[in-house]
């Protein structure tokens, strides 16, 4: 069982729609979770972090966290064709002092 | 403010061969992490460095190793190169009294190595 696991797409979305990505984790004792952006050829950079069950927004942005579950997503508002990227869930255990990534999801936003 | 540097951004070797790859932290932060990225995967943990010390590793082989000096840059060095290490390797810094639980990692640009 991966530690992090996401759907690989590609994900479709028209432009102005709501994009709807999801995440699970199998350790428990993770604490921090977050969502990084990765465009081709570069590389990722933090655009959502989320510690508590819950939503938290951020303009556009919306991370959901369900610790019950293990269970995390991110919801895009207003999709815009500069939101295509893959989309990258990791999750930190601040005990192992590291954060482990998902393969990914690759959106695409169509006009 | 210099973000995260890293060296050289392509490169290329045959299989057998030994590699080292150069990261220099973004200013301020004292922790190295570097992440092995194939494509059309995520990236993978190696491990971390702090205080010139491994302090955590992933799932990989000792060919991996690495170094920290004290102005906080650090080295990944491959040896016995095989096919499969073909990818981006990623260096990311932090702080360490924060990095994991604010997910604060800054990424460097990558160095892609391609083994033939």
């Known amino acids: 069982q991966k530690e992090v696991e996401q759907n690989s797409g590609p994900l479709s979305v028209p432009e102005g729609a709501i994009a709807s990505l999801n995440c699970t984790y199998s350790d428990r004792g993770s604490q921090s979770f977050f969502w990084y952006r990765q465009y081709s050829g570069k590389s990722p950079e933090l655009i959502m972090s989320i510690y508590s069950n819950g939503d938290k927004e951020d303009g556009r942005f919306t991370a959901q966290l369900n610790k019950a579950s293990q269970y995390v997503s991110l919801l895009i508002r207003d999709s815009q064709p500069s939101d295509s990227a893959t989309y990258l869930c990791?999750?930190?255990?601040?005990?192992?002092?590291?954060?482990?990534f998902g393969s990914g999801t690759r959106l695409s936003i169509r006009p | 403010d210099a973000g995260v540097t890293q060296s050289p951004t392509h490169l290329i070797k045959t299989r057998g061969q030994q590699v080292t790859l150069r990261c220099s932290p973004k200013s301020g932060h004292d922790t190295v992490s570097w992440y092995q990225q194939a494509l059309g995967q995520g990236p993978q943990f190696i491990f971390q460095y702090y205080e010139e010390e491994e302090r955590q590793r992933g799932n990989f082989p000792d060919r991996f190793s690495g170094h920290q000096f004290p102005n906080y840059s650090s080295e990944l060095n491959v040896n016995a190169l095989l096919l499969g290490d073909s990818a981006l390797y990623l260096c990311a810094s932090s702080l360490q009294t924060s990095g994991v639980l604010t997910g604060e990692l800054f990424f460097g640009e990558g160095s892609r190595l391609t083994v033939l």
């Open positions: 990791a999750v930190g255990k601040s005990s192992a002092s590291k954060i482990i």
